[in-house]
């Protein structure tokens, strides 16, 4: 059986709420010891930088911090506030450590970061359109058939509630909820909450990773996509505001990939055979469709690494491609989706493409990349030549041209391991990134990328 309510809930941690100044009438709550105040970094800008880029520290301890991911719904509308883990790799933090945190960094009062969330086992953040509310999960951690529970709290870290909990089994379903995605999100009507998890009990081989989809007015979950081949399934909510475009969520499947009992995916076995695709799904699991990109090892596989292009209704796709005698090109496609047609990949009949990078010549190299909420500004690490630099541009004014105006903003300094996974606040003004070029892992962000 699966109990539904809304309660009040009061948190056992003796750490402050967050302190925030929201516009002219500010509310400052005792300070946390775990503060962190932004520290000027410009020494990491190249020689002949623009004088408009600074370049900002926002952690200064000894604990790794890192960024949520690129897609992840974490800022506040109006670009003055989002979330970062403390306690963190590049992709997920440690949930389960004492030190592990949601923190609010207030970009309106010099960078100043403070514990939201030090709940442990806390995963999928997503702070709701309106910019009032962080939800997030807490529980469901492998093979222990842990409660789940849905919760939010204000950004002043008042009003924290408990919004829903799985206790047993899903409703009409004989699955267990395990080892929660580490991302959720958000519909852009801040109605819908979805998150992709594994289903198992800790000791049954062969259980399928679901989607689950939250109706955050009436309480209730619901179990709309599962199979085999969903282990990192990436769910992105469609950013537009048209009522049904708001229902589609962008979703990965990793053909041959291999996890335990337990969900946990097997060393190097995250995905196989022709590699990933990427689709699109209704919220209600109606609707599937695909992108026209990849599934061709000859020419084209996908990366794993996609996002929609801001409030538009297209999305952008990481590729990679053979190049002989140089680096491979890790180039990036903007697709339309189109039903899907059995895996077919870019030979997917009738599916519409760009090929945005090929004004990047000769040897277009971006992994990890993220777009402003209008779609007309890109930010991306480049992999080349064991550096990863950190690019912007800007989408031309046809639908079929390429990006343009590419800029090198810095060499981000970052290990192999590290992944800087670049992104930029709504308005596209402002540029953030992990680097551990310090010997800790940390966020940073550069400001001054566009007036």
Avoid at 154 to 179: A, F, S
Avoid at 289 to 316: F, I, L, N
């Amino acid at each position: 059986m699966t109990s539904i309510h809304r309660r009040s809930f009061l948190t056992q941690t003796t750490i402050p709420a967050a302190a925030l100044f929201l516009g002219c009438a500010s509310r400052k709550l005792r300070r946390s010891p775990l503060a962190n105040t932004a520290v000027p970094r410009n020494d990491l800008l190249p020689k002949g930088a623009d004088k408009a880029l600074e370049v900002f520290q926002l952690t200064t301890d000894d604990i790794p911090s890192a960024h949520v991911y690129m897609e992840a719904q974490i800022f506040t509308p109006d670009s003055k506030r989002f979330i970062y883990r403390r306690a963190s790799h590049a992709h997920d933090g440690f949930r389960y450590d004492p030190e592990f945190r949601f923190m609010l960094c207030d970009l309106e009062n010099g960078g100043e970061s403070m514990p939201l969330v030090s709940e442990i086992g806390a995963a999928g953040p997503s702070i709701s359109p309106d910019g009032a509310y962080l939800y997030y999960f807490v529980g469901g951690n492998a093979g222990e058939n842990e409660k789940v529970y849905l919760k939010r709290v204000r950004l002043d870290g008042t009003q924290r509630e408990v919004l829903h909990v799985i206790d047993t089994k899903l409703p009409g379903t004989e699955y267990c909820v395990n080892t929660l995605y580490p991302l959720s999100t958000i519909s852009s009507d801040g109605k819908r909450l979805a998150i992709s998890c594994f289903l198992g009990d800790g000791e049954t081989e062969d259980v399928p990773y679901g989607l689950l989809v939250y109706d955050l007015e009436k309480a209730e979950v619901n179990l709309v996509y599962k199979g085999l081949t969903w282990l990192n399934m990436h769910p992105q909510y469609s950013r537009s505001l048209e009522t049904d475009a708001s229902h589609d969520i962008l979703i990965q499947e990793n053909h041959g990939g291999l996890y335990d009992k337990r969900g946990m995916i097997l060393p190097g076995k995250l995905v196989g055979g022709d590699g990933a695709d990427i689709h699109l799904l209704r919220d209600d699991g109606t609707n599937f469709r695909t992108m026209p990109c990849g599934r061709d090892k000859k020419r084209e596989t996908c990366q794993g690494h996609q996002c929609w292009r801001g409030q538009e209704t297209t999305a952008v796709i990481g590729t990679w491609s053979p190049n002989p005698g140089h680096e491979s090109k890790l180039e990036l496609i903007e697709a339309e989706a189109l039903p899907d047609q059995g895996h077919l990949g870019m030979e997917t009949p009738g599916g519409w493409r760009n090929n945005l990078s090929r004004s990047f010549y000769p040897n277009p190299r971006f992994c990890h990349f993220a777009t402003d909420i209008a779609g007309k500004r890109l930010i991306s690490d480049s992999p080349t030549y064991r550096q990863w630099l950190l690019y912007t541009a800007e989408w031309g004014a046809g639908k079929d041209e390429p990006l343009q105006n590419w800029r090198l903003i810095l060499n981000m300094q970052s290990s192999k391991r590290a992944h800087p996974h670049p992104f930029l606040s709504p308005d596209g003004k402002t540029g953030f990134f992990n680097s551990d070029e310090s010997g800790i892992m940390r966020p940073y962000m550069v400001t001054g990328l566009w007036g």
